[in-house]
């Protein structure tokens, strides 16, 4: 992988980050704090909660950038105005940048946790406790599973009422695109084409 994978991965991606200290922070974040198997590895080791799409080699990058599309379009929807595009699209970019801890050994069910202090430790150190940034996408990161959070966030993390919204589209962005339903959708079509 190269030094600035980032940027050629995810290059559109960044490019909905309005903030260029926090498009920095995430491309810094990603080059180098996130595990080099997130550039390679699938999405999911068993295939139970995502679909065939990002499955195999390079599916954890192909959810992610999936995750974002369908934020963007959660982004269009009434009530959601208060929720800052840049925020919601860097907490997407490393919500799963832990998924298989930090050896890549196996999936860790504590990903979101793991993922959500990383960043924290990584913005804290590079560019100090002071940027606004830090805390939304820390809060969206961690709550990206939801009501699926295990233990590791509900018994020692609230849900701050002023990130409701972002926290609520972080979620069904990666809900939405690890859907396996999509499957069965192509499968059909594929049938009568």
């Not at 559109?12 to 550039?39: C, D, G, H, M, Q």
């Not at 080699?57 to 959601?80: D, P, Q």
């Not at 595009?85 to 907490?91: C, D, K, L, S, T």
């Amino acid at each position: 992988m190269g030094k600035n994978i980032a940027e050629q991965v995810f290059a559109e991606e960044l490019a909905l980050i309005e903030n260029e200290a926090l498009k920095v922070a995430v491309t810094r974040y990603l080059n180098e704090a996130a595990p080099s198997y997130f550039w390679t590895a699938p999405s999911s080791s068993s295939g139970k909660h995502h679909s065939r799409f990002d499955a195999g080699e390079g599916g954890l990058v192909r959810h992610t950038k999936m995750t974002i599309a369908v934020c963007m379009e959660l982004l269009r929807l009434s009530g959601m105005e208060q929720v800052v595009q840049g925020e919601a699209i860097a907490a997407l970019l490393i919500h799963d940048s832990v998924k298989n801890g930090m050896n890549g050994a196996h999936y860790r069910a504590d990903h979101p946790r793991l993922a959500a202090e990383r960043w924290y430790t990584f913005v804290e150190k590079e560019f100090g406790p002071e940027v606004t940034y830090l805390r939304p996408v820390f809060y969206y990161a961690l709550w990206h599973s939801g009501q699926w959070s295990g233990p590791s966030i509900r018994d020692n993390f609230e849900r701050p009422q002023d990130l409701l919204a972002g926290i609520k589209v972080v979620h069904l962005s990666d809900y939405i695109a690890s859907r396996n339903f999509f499957n069965k959708a192509v499968d059909f079509a594929n049938e009568f084409i």
